[in-house]
Nanobody, 114 residues
Framework: QAQLVESGGGLVQAGGSLRLSCVVS????????MAWYRQAPGKQRELVAA???????YYSDSVKGRFIIFTDNNKNTVYLQMNTLKPEDTGVYYC????????WGQGTQVTVSS
């Protein structure tokens, strides 16, 4: 069964940066395009960034220009570089397949203070 293990969250001031990591079991990493989702307090989980079959990743309007999704194929890891963080970026961040049909891990908490 696929395993997705997120890490890298924390508490950061507005304007700061964090880099999230997600280690993916090898066979799954090679066969699925990955994505990052987040769930803010009291809200539904939403897609924020996704790798796609095209060259250009997908980014939600709320993070476009600030977040970057990328992979290290040697480490079976997908990253989310988050810059210029805002308090509204607070939430639990999860990685999953870009169709959301993979197993959900425990996520990693990101808290942005104003």
């Amino acid at each position: 069964q696929a395993q997705l293990v997120e890490s890298g969250g924390g508490l950061v001031q507005a304007g700061g940066s964090l880099r999230l990591s997600c280690v993916v079991s090898g066979s799954i990493f090679k066969s699925h395009a990955m994505a990052w989702y987040r769930q803010a307090p009291g809200k539904q989980r939403e897609l924020v960034a996704a790798l796609t079959k095209s060259v250009t990743p997908y980014y939600s309007d709320s993070v476009k220009g600030r977040f970057i999704i990328f992979t290290d194929n040697n480490k079976n890891t997908v990253y989310l570089q988050m810059n210029t963080l805002k308090p509204e970026d607070t939430g639990v961040y999860y990685c999953n397949f870009n169709d959301g049909r993979g197993p959900w891990g425990q996520g990693t908490q990101v808290t942005v203070s104003s």
